[in-house]
């Protein structure tokens, strides 16, 4: 079954239908609204770069192909999500011409199926789009063009760089991939110029040959709107020298011009406190979504690597029973003390076929926020949640005692993690109520990371690492081996902070109250003050996994 509208022939044969989508430069999140929404509709993906599919999985939420074992059968067409096809390379491992491209794209067409050609940039604009558009023209197969982002502006944007200002009107693009005449571009006309890093000196002596100014500025941007985004500032003089000592290297952008002066005050992506940064984040990919949407924000790049596994109960009688005595009305209230306990009940209601209305009458607490929105997106509302610290201790402060005139029943089902501290359950008794607690979920110790994560992790390779509990602190350690002291370490509250001494780790941050976000924002600003101590002291900013050990326990001791 196809996912959106198929234009038909006459005699009702399906003929297909072809999005040409700009994805912009790198930045997913520059990709239009029109994109995304398309992609989520596509039969067949063609993709231009490599790292287009891994992209458009993460949009939609998809799971990563599965390489099948030796002996095993291959995947076949009906793994969830659309089908993808390397538009960028042929089976012969050769780069396709824009004619053979064009063929691929119209061969699916063809197929009566919804084809997205996803393309760097935009698809109208220094791309093959308006030649593989005609070849749909020619074949009879309907198409749209939906613009993406061009590099030609997102990537000075990302540098600090302004094409045009009131002073600075005129902008030339320039392709310098073919024989050009400098001298009408003597003028001071800001030029933006493509494939320019290898003959940026011939360029720069052709340009002040023809009157331009050796004082000119000039910027070059490699690998744009990206977190491994590099830019040199120099001069028409002087550009040559300075792009061989930082080992500039295509696909780059260069701006030539005097709007590049404007880039020592505008420059805001490589100038946030994480950039670059390799941030260690020990939670599954499902645990760990908002810590790593914070820290992209940030411009870390975040790097999960589960700690523990959340399994079923060894017995599942025990949960078997408190569910039916929860339908039955055997409890006043029902404690969640953790996303995966929501989770748990969830899945053992749908295995009996229940759903939220079994609920009816029963009082819910929450011990946190994201519990609670766990909740909410099953169509609950949370009773009652901890007005001030979101842990067991600030739930059992707000919890009221047990009375009999006002309470019908005494009892509070306690779905929890084989490993919960008991803290809680004698904090109710206190109160006078009556607990069920009940194994709903067992956490071990996940599977050690591949081997060049491991390494990554001893050698200092990650710039931080965030702990969120003491269970991640021990697992960590467990299965990767202990963060190299150049690593900085973030935790979530003081007892993670005392497990991590526990374990020979030098705490750097800790956050200000015990909740991820609140996690994420403390590393930022440790990361923000790191930086302007190394400017103040006229070092060159560089990320942790960059500097000695000794120079780490310097930059904060001050």
Same mark, same amino acid.
Not at 64 to 79: L, M, T
Not at 238 to 265: C, F, K, N, Q, Y
Not at 480 to 485: E, I, M, S, W
Not at 489 to 503: C, F, L, Q, R
């Given at each position: 079954m196809t996912r959106g509208n198929i234009t038909r022939s006459a005699q009702g044969q399906a003929r297909g239908w072809v999005s040409f989508v700009g994805s912009g430069p790198g930045d997913p999140d520059l990709l239009t609204v029109r994109a995304v929404d398309l992609l989520g509709q596509a039969d067949v993906i063609i993709t231009e770069a490599p790292e287009h599919a891994g992209l458009?999985?993460?949009?939609?939420?998809?799971?990563?192909?599965?390489?099948?074992?030796?002996?095993?059968?291959?995947?076949?067409?009906?793994?969830?999500?659309?089908?993808?096809?390397?538009?960028?390379?042929?089976?012969?491992?050769?780069?396709?011409?824009?004619?053979?491209?064009? @063929?691929?794209?119209?061969?699916?067409?063809?197929?009566?199926? /919804?084809?997205?050609? #996803?393309?760097?940039?935009?698809?109208?604009? !220094?791309a093959s789009g308006p030649e593989e558009a005609q070849a749909c023209a020619k074949a009879g197969v309907g198409?749209? =063009?939906?613009?993406?982002?061009?590099?030609?502006?997102?990537?000075?944007?990302?540098?600090?760089?302004?094409?045009?200002? @009131?002073?600075h009107r005129e902008v030339a693009v320039v392709t310098c991939g073919e024989r050009i005449d400098w001298e009408q571009y003597a003028d001071d006309r800001t030029l933006v110029l493509l494939s320019a890093v290898g003959s940026i000196g011939e360029i720069s002596k052709a340009l002040v040959a023809a009157g331009r100014s050796p004082q000119t500025p000039v910027a070059m941007t490699r690998v744009g709107t990206t977190t491994g985004q590099a830019t040199v500032t120099s001069t028409l003089?002087?550009?040559?020298?300075?792009? &061989?000592?930082?080992?500039?290297?295509?696909?780059?952008? *260069?701006?030539?011009?005097?709007?590049?002066?404007?880039?020592?005050?505008?420059?805001?992506?490589?100038?946030?406190?994480?950039?670059?940064? /390799?941030?260690?984040?020990?939670r599954t990919k499902e645990q760990a979504g908002a810590v790593s949407t914070r820290l992209r924000g940030y411009g870390a790049v975040p790097e999960e690597v589960p700690t523990i596994s959340v399994e079923?109960? &060894? %017995?599942? #009688?025990?949960?078997?029973?408190?569910?039916?005595?929860?339908?039955?009305?055997?409890?006043?209230?029902?404690?969640?003390?953790?996303? %995966?306990?929501?989770?748990?009940?969830?899945?053992?209601?749908?295995?009996?076929?229940?759903d939220a209305r079994a609920f009816s009458g029963l009082k819910i607490a929450a011990v946190g926020d994201k519990t609670a929105q766990a909740i909410s997106a099953w169509g609950l509302r949370a009773d009652l949640t901890p007005s001030g610290e979101q842990s067991a201790a600030g739930l059992l402060a707000d919890w009221l005692e047990y009375d009999k005139l006002l309470d019908p029943i005494n009892r509070v089902f306690l779905p929890r993690a084989d490993i919960a501290t008991e803290n809680l359950v004698a904090g109710l008794v206190d109160l006078g109520w009556e607990c069920d607690d009940v194994t709903a !979920? &067992?956490?071990?110790?996940?599977?050690?990371?591949p081997a060049p994560t491991r390494d990554a992790i001893k050698s200092g390779k990650f710039d931080a690492v965030v702990f969120t509990s003491s269970s991640t602190v021990r697992n960590l350690v467990g299965?990767?081996?202990?963060?190299?002291?150049? *690593?900085? =370490?973030?935790?979530?509250?003081?007892?993670?902070?005392?497990?991590?001494?526990?374990?020979?780790?030098?705490?750097?941050?800790?956050?200000? @109250?015990?909740?991820?976000?609140?996690?994420?924002?403390?590393l930022a600003d440790f990361g923000a003050a790191r930086r302007i101590s190394l400017l103040d002291q006229g070092q060159p900013v560089t990320r942790p996994s960059e500097r000695k050990p000794s120079a780490r326990r310097k930059v904060r001791a001050e």
């Open positions: 458009v999985r993460t949009l939609l939420g998809l799971p990563d192909p599965v390489e099948p074992e030796e002996g095993d059968e291959p995947v076949g067409s009906d793994v969830e999500g659309p089908e993808f096809v390397d538009g960028g390379f042929g089976l012969d491992g050769q780069p396709l011409t824009h004619a053979t491209r064009a @063929k691929v794209v119209v061969k699916h067409a063809k197929r009566g199926l /919804r084809v997205v050609r #996803l393309m760097t940039g935009d698809p109208f604009l !220094y198409f749209e =063009i939906v613009p993406g982002v061009s590099s030609v502006s997102a990537v000075p944007a990302y540098a600090g760089i302004p094409l045009t200002t @009131k002073d003089e002087h550009i040559a020298a300075d792009v &061989r000592a930082a080992r500039m290297s295509p696909p780059a952008i *260069t701006v030539i011009g005097d709007v590049v002066d404007l880039r020592e005050t505008l420059s805001w992506f490589e100038t946030k406190p994480l950039f670059g940064w /390799r941030v260690l984040v020990p079923p109960p &060894r %017995n599942p #009688l025990q949960m078997d029973k408190a569910v039916r005595g929860l339908v039955e009305g055997r409890y006043e209230w029902i404690a969640f003390t953790s996303v %995966n306990a929501v989770k748990a009940v969830r899945e053992k209601f749908e295995e009996y076929g229940l !979920y &067992r956490t071990v110790r996940a599977t050690p990371p299965i990767a081996g202990r963060p190299h002291p150049s *690593t900085i =370490i973030a935790v979530i509250g003081p007892a993670t902070a005392k497990t991590a001494e526990e374990h020979g780790l030098r705490v750097d941050v800790l956050a200000a @109250k015990p909740d991820v976000e609140e996690l994420v924002d403390a």
